[in-house]
C-alpha cells in the first residue's frame, strides 16, 4: 500500500512539474486565429528564428556577429528574409547554411545582387508566399540630419508578415519615420534601438505607440540599457519583453 501512495505522489508531482514548465529559454509561443503556433526563437542582435506550423522562417542570419551560430544546426529554412546588406544583417555563409532546395528568400535589391538571387521586395510590395502566409515590404530608412548615410530611404525593407492572420512586424534598421502609422494590426512587433544607426529609447517608443502592437521585442540593442524603454513603456498596454537581442 505504501509503494501504491509513493507512486500516486510522484505521478501528481510530475504532472503539476509538466503543467508548471516553461517555454525554453529565448523562447515566445502565440497562436493564431485559427489555432496555429508561432514560435519566435531569440538568436541574437537582429537575428530571429519563427517556427509556423512546421514551417522554418529565418530573418537576418547571421554566423560570425557575436555570439557566434551554427547554423548548421539548426533545420532548413523554408523562407530567409533578408532586410539589407549590412554585415550584421546579411550573411552569405548562414544563408548556405539554411538554404535547401525549395528555400525561397526574400529581400532587397541590393542584396539579391550580392547574392546572384532571391526574391527582390521594394518598399510597398506585397508577396503572397503560400495560401496563409503573405509579406509585405515596408519602408526602413534614417531620417535625422546625419544620419541618412547608414540607411538611405527606398534602398531597404522592414517587413510585415502575416502567418494565418497573426501579423508580425520587423522593422529592421530604421528610425521611427512616418510610414510607420501606415502599419496597423500588429501583434508581434520588433524595433531596433541602437543610436545613431537606428532608433534612440525616446523615437523607440513613439515608434511602439504608432505601430501600436500587442506585444513589442526591442532588437538590435547593442549596449543601449533596454530599462529606459521599459520605464517608458510602463504606462502603455503594449505587452514590452525583452531579449537578448543585444
Known amino acids: 500500500m505504501r509503494k501504491i501512495h509513493l507512486f500516486v505522489l510522484l505521478l501528481m508531482t510530475s504532472l503539476v512539474a509538466c503543467g508548471q514548465q516553461k517555454e525554453a529559454e529565448g523562447t515566445d509561443s502565440f497562436v493564431t486565429p485559427s489555432g496555429k503556433k508561432v514560435v519566435f526563437t531569440c538568436i541574437k542582435h537582429a537575428s530571429i528564428r519563427i517556427n509556423y506550423d512546421g514551417k522554418e522562417i529565418q530573418i537576418d542570419p547571421v554566423t560570425n556577429l557575436p555570439p557566434m551560430t551554427d547554423y548548421t544546426k539548426m533545420p532548413k529554412a523554408d523562407y530567409i528574409f533578408v532586410t539589407h546588406e549590412h554585415g550584421d544583417h546579411f550573411d552569405k555563409q548562414a544563408i548556405a547554411a539554411l538554404t535547401k532546395a525549395e528555400t525561397k528568400l526574400i529581400t532587397n535589391a541590393r542584396c ?31 531620417n535625422t540630419p546625419g544620419r541618412e548615410k547608414f540607411h538611405p530611404k527606398g534602398r531597404d525593407n522592414g517587413f510585415v508578415i502575416t502567418l494565418d492572420g497573426f501579423r ?15 502599419i496597423k494590426d500588429i501583434d508581434v512587433a520588433f524595433l531596433p534601438c ?13 515608434a511602439a505607440r504608432m505601430v501600436n502592437p500587442k506585444v513589442l521585442f526591442p532588437y538590435h540593442y547593442s549596449q543601449t540599457d533596454m530599462n529606459t524603454v521599459v520605464e517608458m513603456m510602463k504606462q502603455s498596454p503594449i505587452d514590452v519583453r525583452i531579449r537578448n537581442y543585444q
Open 112 to 142: 539579391a545582387e550580392m547574392l546572384g538571387y532571391g526574391t527582390v521586395m521594394a518598399n510597398g510590395d506585397n508577396l503572397s508566399l503560400a495560401d496563409d502566409i503573405r509579406v509585405e515590404a515596408v519602408p526602413a530608412y534614417n
Open 168 to 182: 508580425i512586424y520587423v522593422a529592421g534598421d530604421t528610425e521611427d519615420v512616418p510610414e510607420m502609422a501606415d
Open 194 to 206: 541602437n543610436q545613431p544607426y537606428t532608433m534612440l529609447p525616446e523615437q523607440l517608443v513613439r
